[in-house]
């Protein structure tokens, strides 16, 4: 798929997703799933993070996605603002691992034009009234690796559960979060 069709694509489900069409949310992060593996592997190969780092760096720019949708400007394109969530998500991933590396946006992104994100950021309360409305464990897990900077195995560790679980808690709580915010919307 080019740059351009994957940018109207996109652009186009994400226009319905903001106007309450739950369908083509679900659709829009799908699609975009699989691009964010390879492109966030890409660019942390040489600093040697296993699957499970990339995978969280996916899971977790899939939801700070979700949580910053409405802040994306309608009128832009949408792939410079996923990529620059995703950059973020990545250096956020080399500072937990305490590890000084410089990485280049080509790297991470790609093909992919960035610009810098200058959206606003959810507040705190915002997200903690949507958490609330979550699953106590799917709450603890997205609490521990988004908030707290956690990771997957330290998260599995504290709560006493796999990796695995962990990872699944994630994406089940992403979910949960889109559809709530599918349903704010209508």
């Known amino acids: 798929m080019l740059l351009l069709d994957r940018e109207t694509e996109w652009s186009l489900l994400m226009r319905a997703a903001l106007d309450g069409d739950g369908e083509a949310y ?10 964010l593996r390879i492109l966030v592997g890409r660019g942390l190969a040489r600093a040697r993070l296993s699957p499970g780092d990339v995978e969280d760096v996916v899971q977790e720019t899939l939801l ?8 994306w400007d309608r009128s832009g394109p949408i ?12 250096v956020d991933m080399l500072r937990r691992r305490h590890r000084r590396l410089e990485v280049a946006i080509d790297d991470l992104v790609g093909d ?19 958490l609330s409305r ?8 997205i609490r521990s690796i988004s908030l707290d900077g956690g990771t997957i195995a330290s998260t599995a560790s504290a709560l006493g559960i796999s990796e695995g679980a962990v ?14 915010a599918r349903k704010a919307g209508s």
Request: no cysteine; charged share 25%; glycine share 2%.
């Open 134 to 141: 979550l699953p106590d464990r799917q709450q603890q897990v």
């Open 26 to 35: 679900a659709r829009f992060l799908r699609s975009l799933a699989h691009p």
């Open 79 to 90: 792939v410079p603002w996923i990529a620059a969530i995703a950059r973020h998500k990545a």
């Open 112 to 130: 992919w034009e960035v610009a810098e994100e200058n959206a606003p950021q959810i507040t705190r309360s915002e997200l903690q009234t949507l």
């Open 167 to 180: 990872r699944v808690g994630l994406h089940r709580g992403l979910k949960a979060l889109a559809d709530q």
């Open 64 to 71: 700070a996605i979700h949580l910053k949708a409405a802040t």
